[in-house]
């Protein structure tokens, strides 16, 4: 019977330990974030109350990842890719990393072909 009781659930115990140890950091981590979020928001509110007191209106705005807007910069970003096997339609051809005729948009009305020294400007290589 004295054996019965030293064998069985101490494995079992120790994985939900383990688990509840991770579970528990978890807490903390976040807690500590929070925490330190609070003091430096406290340590901003002040600095925004002082100027709020010499007459500038001021407002703290924390930016979450989902923001609509910095997604939508990284789809525009995305859109202007250039295709890196079709060449330039005003060099007529390739370049590494490759251009397109977007590149010559400061040329103005008259856009020609770059030279190897426009090309050495932009850090780019004839292919
Ligand atoms: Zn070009």
Redesign the pocket.
């Known amino acids: 019977m004295a054996d019965e009781a030293k064998t069985p659930p101490k494995l079992e115990v120790k994985k939900m330990t383990v688990l509840e140890q991770l579970k528990k950091l978890d807490e903390q981590r976040t807690k500590l974030i929070e925490d330190a979020k609070a003091a430096a928001m406290k340590k901003v509110q002040e600095g925004i109350d002082d100027l709020t007191a010499i007459g500038f209106l001021c407002k703290l705005v924390e930016i979450k990842d989902e923001e609509p807007s910095a997604r939508k910069r990284g789809a525009r970003e995305g859109a202007g890719q250039v295709d890196p096997n079709k060449p330039?339609?005003?060099?007529n051809?390739l370049?590494s990393p490759n251009?397109?005729?977007r590149?010559?948009r400061a040329q103005g009305d008259n856009k020609k072909?770059?030279t190897a020294k426009d090309l050495e400007q932009f850090g780019l290589k004839k292919v």
């Open positions: 330039c339609s005003v060099c051809f370049t251009h397109d005729a590149k010559h072909p770059f």
